[in-house]
Structures are given as C-alpha cells and as structure tokens.
C-alpha cells in the first residue's frame, strides 16, 4: 500500500507535537512489539554545516523522534550516520561538530560512525560487492530521515540518496561511484529501511548536497517507499525527474510503476516550491559531463588528491571553480557559553524556536558574562538564529567561522 503524510511545522513545538502525533496515529504498526529491538535513526550529515544551512538533518526533527521512541519505551536507539568527505579529507569528526554526539548522550542512546563499523557484503552492479554497516542490517525498525537538497551528481538528494551513508568507509563508498544511481537503487532494494522522514524544514536550493542556499518550507515527510516519497519531493521542490539519476534508473527497472506516478499525480501538496537546480560555475560543469566524469572520480579518489585536498592553496583552487563544494577549517569550536544582550534583544523567541532541546530562552541565558543553559548541547541554533544578533558567544568559533563567513546573513533572516 503507498502511503504518504506531510506535517506543517517550524518551531521545536510545533515538530514534536507533530512528528510525535504524526507516529502514533499514522504509523503506529511499524514500530516493534519488543521494547528491546534494535532502532536505527540514520540522517543525513554529510558536512560539517549544520542544518541551519540546509545540509543536514534538523537536530529538532532528530530530538522529536528519539523523544517519541523513548515515550514509548524503547531501549536500544542508535543514530548512524557514514560521515563523508570530512573523514576522508580530514580526519574531522562531522558527528561530532554537528553536536549529534551531544544530542545523543543527552537522551541516552547509542550514536555510530558507519565509518568504523563492522560490514555485512551487498551486490551491486557488475558482480561488485561492498560492505554496509551491520547496524543497518541488524535493526529491527530502520528509520531513514534524509534532508530534502539539491544534489549535483544525483540531481536531488532525499531518501534513496541517503543510503550511501551505510556504506562502511570510502572504499566501500568508492566501489559504488562507477555505476551511481544504479547502485543507490541497488542499495535500497537491499537495505529496504522501514520508515522515512524527510527533513524539509529548511531545504536546500542550487549547489547542493553542501554549497547549495538554505530555504524554509517548514515541511516535514513520512511514508514507507523511498521511491514515492522522492517522485513526491521533486514534485513539491519542482525538479525535473528526467534529471535525477537514481528514479530514471528504478523507472527502467519497472520499480517505479504506474501505481507510483498515479498516486503523484493525485497528491495535492498544501504548499510547493520552485527550488533552484544545482547548476555549478563553467569548469566543474565541464569536468562533471557524463563523457568526462569517470576520468575525475578516478583522479579525486586517489590518496593523492585527498592530500592536495587539505592543502590550504589547493582547496581554495577546488572550492572556488566548485570542485569542491566544502570547505573544513581544522580547528575545533572553544566553548566557552553565550550570554544575553539584554538592550538587543526584542523578546521574539525565536532562539526558543530553533532550541533542538527546548530550553527556556532567552531567560536562560545569562546576562553578564558567559555560562551554558542548563543542558544546552552547544549546537549555536539559537546564536545563528538571532535577527538582532542579541546572543553572544563566547570562545572561539573555531570551524563555525566557515558556516558564519557563508550563511549568517541568510540563517538570520530564515
Ligand atoms: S532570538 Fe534574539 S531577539 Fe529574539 S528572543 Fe532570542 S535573543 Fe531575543
Ligand atoms: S541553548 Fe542554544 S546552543 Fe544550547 S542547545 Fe539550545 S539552541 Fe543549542
């Protein structure tokens, strides 16, 4: 049976409330009778940028999830995630700087790097097995919850892109890139998560998975087959499905059927968007022509190009042609807490809104001199939300100051 649900919701409120309700009237059959079973929450945190900036899952969607799980008494929670290009090129811990680790040890339960799990083999195409982590195997309830972007070499990134994150390490991930939206389906096919929840709160448009614009829908997305829900999320951001690889490849294979067009087509969204395509500068869309691709993976896959690529020079080179669509800044956050300009600051509560823990703010916060509201994660949710840059920060923002240098003006005014 195809089925789909939209929520309607921006602040941390109106998304607990709702994904919480949401849950437990619509898809209360898929959760396990076994308070014991083992439930994996993968998002999608391929960079360092939170998700203020469109690229990766909402700690707040995150939260709500793990605080319907834990209400109704599940005990074995993991959120996995196979952080990328950060790993590779650096060494950096995503997980760590999206403050996911913090969140996690906050609520009690388990956070993975796929990155250092144990593999189970899956085939994909032309014979070529590669390992997934066994976590995303073992779950007895698999709950996928991409972010809604634009992707550049997949065209769109939500559910069946999302995937790629279960491959344990770059070889594995490597090993997929020759045939890539044959593969992506592939592993859906094999994987075959329970549940979807697609993070569109704030999307993103034009140069994604990570260089792209953040834009707020204020949309939440539920259903059970990845392959309706993302014909559904091309229709609701206007993208063109000739030009997104993975769903031309399960129409070929007669996995996307009528069935799923027709349901497309009869769905009403209450709101759409027209969002930008990923279109990069002249020399990356050059390089990146299906003609020429294979020769860059094969050239960017090497330990060479990953040594170039923490070079200072080189990756300025790469970000500026769009290359490279991230840049990691390897110095780590200092915290030292925030404070509260009382004089700026106009009583809005929107540092609440965005608050993925729900603190009482601003009252929380102190008003001489720096300290952390009592279990604050650190995520800076509500310092890069605020319109009358009334919140201080103290310390040294470290690899914040790259997402700062990019987004703060368009974050503040979201
Ligand atoms: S967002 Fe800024 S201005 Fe609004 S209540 Fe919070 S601190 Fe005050
Ligand atoms: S108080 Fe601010 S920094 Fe702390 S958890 Fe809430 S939003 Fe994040």
Same mark, same amino acid.
């Given at each position: ?22 849950? /437990? ?6 959760? @396990? ?30 939260? /709500? ?24 090129? /650096? ?35 032309? *014979?070529?097995?590669? *390992? ?73 448009? *034009?140069?994604?998975?990570?260089? *792209?614009? @953040? ?74 022509? @299906? ?72 009252? /929380? ?50």
């Amino acid at each position: 049976m195809l089925r789909f649900d939209s929520l309607k919701a921006q602040t941390v409120k109106e998304l607990k409330t709702g994904i919480k309700e949401t849950l /437990s009237t619509k898809y209360a059959e898929i959760f @396990p009778n076994d308070k014991r079973a083992p439930i994996l929450i993968k998002p999608n945190l391929n960079s360092n940028m939170n998700a203020l900036t469109g690229n990766t899952t909402d700690l707040r969607v995150i939260a /709500s999830v793990i605080e319907f799980l834990k209400d109704n008494g599940f005990l074995d929670i993991t959120i996995g995630e196979g952080t990328n290009s950060g790993f590779y090129r /650096s060494n950096i811990s995503v997980i760590e700087r999206l403050y996911y680790d913090k969140l996690a040890a906050f609520y009690g339960v388990r956070i993975k790097d796929f990155n250092y799990s144990e593999t189970v083999n899956i085939e994909f195409s032309k *014979g070529i097995k590669a *390992g997934v982590a066994r976590e995303c195997q073992e779950a007895a309830l698999f709950i996928n919850m991409p972010k809604l972007k634009t992707h550049f070499e997949a065209g769109m990134s939500v559910c069946l892109k999302n995937l790629m994150g279960c491959l344990v390490g770059q070889p594995n991930k490597k090993k997929t890139h020759a045939s890539l939206s044959e593969n992506i389906v592939n592993l859906n096919l094999a994987l075959k998560p329970h549940l979807h929840i697609v993070d569109a709160v704030i999307a993103m448009e *034009g140069l994604g998975p990570t260089r *792209g614009t @953040p834009i707020k829908t204020g949309n939440v997305f539920f259903g059970t087959d990845p392959f309706l829900i993302d014909i559904l999320m091309a229709k609701f951001a206007s993208f063109n499905i000739k030009k997104i690889g993975p769903i031309q490849n399960a129409i070929k294979r007669n996995i996307i059927t009528q069935e799923h067009f027709d349901f497309v087509n009869n769905y009403k969204f209450a709101d759409t968007y027209s969002l930008k395509p990923p279109e990069a500068g002249p020399i990356a869309t050059f390089i990146h022509h @299906p003609k020429r691709q294979k020769y860059f993976l094969a050239i960017r896959n090497t330990a060479f190009f990953n040594y170039l690529c923490q070079t200072e020079f080189f990756g300025k080179i790469l970000f500026a042609t769009g290359l490279r669509q991230d840049v990691f800044i390897k110095d780590e956050m200092h915290w030292d807490g925030l404070s509260l300009n009382e004089s700026a600051c106009t009583k809005c509560g929107k540092c609440n809104d965005y608050c993925p823990l729900d603190i009482k703010l601003p009252e /929380s916060l102190s008003k001489a001199g720096a300290s952390s509201p009592p279990g604050c994660i650190q995520c800076l949710y509500c310092y890069s939300t605020c319109p009358e840059r009334a919140i201080d920060f103290h310390g040294k923002l470290g690899f914040m100051s790259e997402q700062i240098r990019q987004y703060d003006n368009i974050i503040r005014k979201l």
